[in-house]
């Protein structure tokens, strides 16, 4: 078999990942996580900055990783981490931007399915629009952890935009575009779900982005940069013990 690694973008071999890898965007999430929450964390990866770690939670090999901001990025390490070092599952943990009176300020959303404004499907050369969605398994097994956790969660669609600064923020349109994506029942908007959906539906792998409110387009409210690095703790914990439970029922199926 042709050796696939590493690659341009991670300097690692198959058996430093575990099987199922929590991705949020920022390097210093990954770093926190690591930090605060894995058993012997060792560093595997540093390529441009994006940290990515292999430790235990709770006595299950758990990897964490980074995947930059934006679909291209997370595009990039997922389909790298699918398809050439063995992972099966990624779930993203994030934040994301308010879009529906539905959700509030520190609202941990189940992302069951990602619209986009963005062209990431083109590639596939599909004769019509797909619809990216998480994988049941995941959503499934999060949405149980999540109850006995006894988190308030809400699944319902997010919205994978690929733009952050937009040229028409400053005018009434701003403000429509928002409600055009709400009506159609849009919880929440971020930038990677939709690109790693895709992957994931390609590779025959799963995903799940799981993505808690650090600002409302519709209120104005919003959390500092460190409050989302380090104050995301529900998140952060529902997404390992989700991880926890997959890995656990895989081996227990081998």
Request: glycine share 12%; charged share 15%; hydrophobic share 45%.
């Given at each position: 078999m042709k050796k696939l690694y590493p690659t341009p973008h991670i300097n690692a071999c198959p058996e430093d990942f575990a099987s199922t890898v929590i991705m949020p965007g920022d390097p210093l999430r990954s770093k926190f996580i690591a930090e605060n929450y894995l058993e012997g964390a060792r560093l595997i990866n540093n390529v441009r900055g994006i940290q990515g770690y292999t430790g235990k939670y709770d006595?299950?090999?758990?990897?964490?990783?980074?995947?930059?901001?934006?679909?291209?990025?997370?595009?990039?390490?997922?389909?790298?981490?699918?398809?050439?070092?063995?992972?099966?599952?990624?779930?993203?943990?994030?934040?994301?931007?308010?879009?529906?009176?539905?959700?509030?300020?520190?609202?941990?959303?189940?992302?069951m399915g990602a619209s986009t404004n963005g062209n990431f499907a083109h590639q596939y050369g599909l004769p019509g629009n797909y619809s990216a969605v998480c994988s049941y398994k995941l959503l499934k097994r999060c949405a149980e952890t999540a109850e006995n956790m006894k988190l308030s969660y809400i699944v319902g669609q997010i919205l994978s935009s690929d733009t952050f600064y937009n040229d028409e923020d400053d005018l009434p349109e701003s403000r429509r575009t928002t409600a055009l994506w709400s009506k159609m029942g849009?919880?929440?908007?971020?930038?990677?779900?939709?690109?790693?959906?895709?992957?994931?539906?390609?590779?025959?792998?799963?995903?799940?982005?799981?993505?808690?409110?650090?600002?409302?387009?519709?209120?104005?409210?919003?959390?500092?940069?460190?409050e989302?690095?380090?104050s995301f703790t529900d998140m952060i914990e529902l997404c390992l013990k989700t991880a926890v439970s997959i890995e656990k029922e895989t081996k227990n199926e081998k």
């Open positions: 006595g299950v090999r758990i990897s964490v990783m980074a995947s930059g901001m934006g679909m291209p990025s997370i595009g990039i390490y997922s389909y790298e981490l699918y398809n050439f070092f063995g992972v099966e599952n990624i779930i993203r943990a994030g934040s994301a931007g308010g879009m529906s009176e539905k959700v509030a300020l520190r609202d941990i959303v189940l992302g849009i919880l929440a908007v971020e930038m990677e779900a939709a690109a790693l959906y895709m992957n994931a539906a390609r590779s025959g792998k799963n995903a799940l982005a799981v993505c808690t409110v650090s600002d409302h387009l519709l209120t104005g409210e919003a959390t500092s940069a460190e989302r690095q380090n």
